[in-house]
C-alpha cells in the first residue's frame, strides 16, 4: 500500500449511516482535521458495499491515511471495506476495542454503526482512535501475517 496524504480522513456512509456521518464531520472540523467525503450525501436508500469500497480505496490508493465508515450496524461497510487490499477495518462500538484495533491491529479504518452507538459517545470513540498509535514489534509480526494472507489469496 502506497503511503500518501497523511491528513486526510476518508468519509463513507450509506444512507443509514448518513446522519452519524455528519456528526462526525463536526467533530473533524472541530479538530481541524481535512476529510475527503465519497458520499453518500442523502437520505436515499443506497448499497453500503459502494461507499465502504470508495472510501476503502482512498485509503489504500495514499489519498488519505486513514478512514471512516458508517451504516447502520457498521458491520456490512466494514466487510466491504476489508475486501480492498491493505485495508484494516475495525467496526467498533466501544473505546477500548477502537483504541487496541490502533495499538495492535494498525486499522486504518474505523467502522461505526448509527443505529448502535449514541452521537456523543461515537465522537468520543473516533477522537480516541484517531490519537491512538500502533504499537509495532510483535503486533507488527502478526499484520505482517495479515498481509501475507492477502498476498497469498492473489495468487489463487
Ligand atoms: C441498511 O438498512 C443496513 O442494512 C445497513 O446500513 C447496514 O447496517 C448493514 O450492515
Known sequence: MTR????????GSDHAGLPLKLEIIQL????GLKYLDVGTYTDASSDYPEYGRLAA?????????RGLVFCGTGIGISISANKVRGIRCAA???CFSAVLS????DANMLALGARVVAPAYAKMIVSMWLDAG???GRHQTRVDL?????QEQGLE
Open 4 to 11: 500518501g496524504n497523511t491528513d486526510m480522513i476518508a468519509l
Open 28 to 31: 473533524l472540523e472541530e479538530r
Open 57 to 65: 480505496e482512498a485509503v489504500a490508493d495514499g489519498r488519505c491515511s
Open 92 to 94: 467498533c462500538s466501544d
Open 102 to 105: 490502533r495499538n495492535h491491529n
Open 134 to 136: 500502533f504499537e509495532g
Open 146 to 150: 495479515i498481509h501475507k494472507i492477502e
